[in-house]
């Protein structure tokens, strides 16, 4: 069972254009600087159901709506991938025309090569993804001038273009 602690209907910091986003719970990396330690416990917030799913769904509807950010907490955690996955496939199937992007403290190696971040749906989150922010924060590496991410160790990856390039890693120009 998954928990969120925040659902934001128009978010302009997570991603390009006007978003909803996910913040959802729980999270085993605890990096140091972290700015929402609260979502380290897995059971923060509210219980994630498919209220809360249609919820989310409703808030992406207008044309305004880019699409999904997902963040957190660690929503790569394998706890909370199994209903992650559900999410973005309705997104895919009721509102094909928008974007997902995704906050990782895990790596694109790690989410693409066997690691403890991998499960039974993790190639399918990433094969409906279009941005992943990857990487740890890293409180020695804060620079608030970067564009969509808090240490220069974390890098913006068009998924799609990775995936078609065996799975290298091509960073997002947007």
């Not at 496939?89 to 403290?105: A, D, M």
């Amino acid at each position: 069972m998954m928990h969120y602690g925040a659902i934001k209907r128009n978010d302009i910091a997570n991603g390009i254009g006007i978003r909803t986003s996910l913040f959802v719970s729980g999270c085993t990396h605890q990096c140091p600087g972290c700015f929402q330690p609260q979502t380290w416990d897995f059971e923060y917030g509210e219980v994630y159901t498919e209220e809360t799913e249609q919820r989310i769904i409703d808030l992406m509807r207008p044309d305004y709506n880019e699409g999904l950010t997902i963040l957190g907490g660690e929503p790569m955690e394998p706890e909370n991938q199994r209903e992650i996955v559900k999410l973005i496939r309705r997104v895919r199937s009721e509102l094909p025309g928008k974007t997902i992007w995704i906050y990782s403290g895990y790596t694109w190696a790690e989410l693409t090569r066997e690691s403890r971040a991998r499960c039974e749906v993790t190639d399918e989150i990433l094969s409906m993804t279009d941005v992943l922010v990857d990487g740890e924060f890293m409180e020695s590496k804060k620079d608030i001038t970067l564009r969509f991410r808090g240490s220069s160790n974390q890098n913006i990856i068009d998924v799609q273009s990775s995936l078609s390039n065996n799975k290298q890693m091509v960073l997002w120009r947007g």
